[in-house]
């Protein structure tokens, strides 16, 4: 057993801590992970797990522990701390006493298109409570991953970790600019559908190919011009209530949904 620590100045701690940030994680490249099912899908998905963190006095499943066994038998170092120092990096009511230190891992723009390649791109998403809901539905709906379009909030911030629910780490994450998405569109001819209040197209009476991107914009602007234009199709989701608009997760997935039915229809099954 590695020594307890008890101050949460100890340096190693404060580094930790620092993962909170946006530039914290930047600086590092590294990303704080929290919770017995996080962890446990991390390590099921062969994320780079630099550290784990354990509280003994907090963590009682023996699943749990298996689950650390199994990593310090891999070699993933750890630390143990007392409760109130795992309390000074946790953000949950109740920590489980268990957490990891991840390397972030970014991947380029895909060099070629996939036959049956599902993406999801997103342009100027704000919210990392939508990106992780967004993360989450595109990996139940089998998609290779995202592209963040723009200055997009950060997929490794706490919220946007929780709300994947561990499909952070199936998913291929790839950062873009507007000029770099659309310059990449155009030399793989990759199929690009977006979604937009304004088009013309109801999202089910459109066939959606495969490969696809599937493309929306920002909570508050939508599209912009530019990757509107870029798009081979744009499409609509109706709405009859006094609503205008829907959230943006809940829009992603309904088409992302609609693209799922339409495909595995198409393959015989899902």
């Not at 709300?163 to 998405?181: I, W």
């Not at 990757?227 to 608009?245: K, T």
């Not at 088409?255 to 198409?266: G, R, T």
Request: with cysteine.
């Amino acid at each position: 057993m590695e020594p307890l620590i008890s101050s949460v100045k100890n340096p190693t701690v404060k580094g930790i801590r620092n993962l909170r940030t946006r530039k914290g994680r930047e600086q590092q490249g590294q990303f704080w992970v929290e919770g017995i099912r996080l962890v446990g899908e991390a390590a099921q998905q062969g994320a780079p797990i630099q550290q784990l963190v354990v509280a003994p006095d907090l963590l009682t499943s023996s699943f749990a522990w298996r689950l650390v066994e199994d990593l310090v038998g891999r070699g993933v170092p750890y630390l143990t701390v007392t409760a109130a120092v795992f309390a000074s990096l946790s953000a949950k009511d109740g920590p489980q006493g268990l957490g990891a230190v991840v390397a972030e891992r970014w991947h380029p723009l895909p060099s070629a298109k996939g036959n049956r390649d599902l993406w999801v791109a997103l342009e100027e998403v704000q919210d990392p409570g939508n990106l992780g809901s967004i993360m989450r539905t595109a990996d139940a709906v089998g998609c290779k991953g995202l592209i963040l379009i723009g200055n997009c909030t950060d997929p490794y911030d706490p919220a946007a970790v929780r709300g994947s629910m561990g499909s952070l780490f199936a998913l291929q994450l790839v950062k873009a600019s507007p000029e770099e998405f659309v310059a990449w569109k155009q030399t793989t001819q990759m199929p690009l559908i977006g979604t937009a209040g304004g088009a013309s197209a109801h999202y089910r009476q459109v066939r959606y190919p495969q490969p696809l991107v599937l493309l929306s914009g920002s909570e508050r602007e939508g599209l912009s011009p530019t990757l509107m234009n870029a798009c081979d199709q744009l499409v609509r989701i109706p709405m009859v209530g006094r609503a205008d608009s829907l959230n943006l997760a809940v829009a992603t997935s309904v088409v992302l949904y609609e693209v799922f039915e339409q495909h595995n229809k198409d393959t015989g099954g899902y």
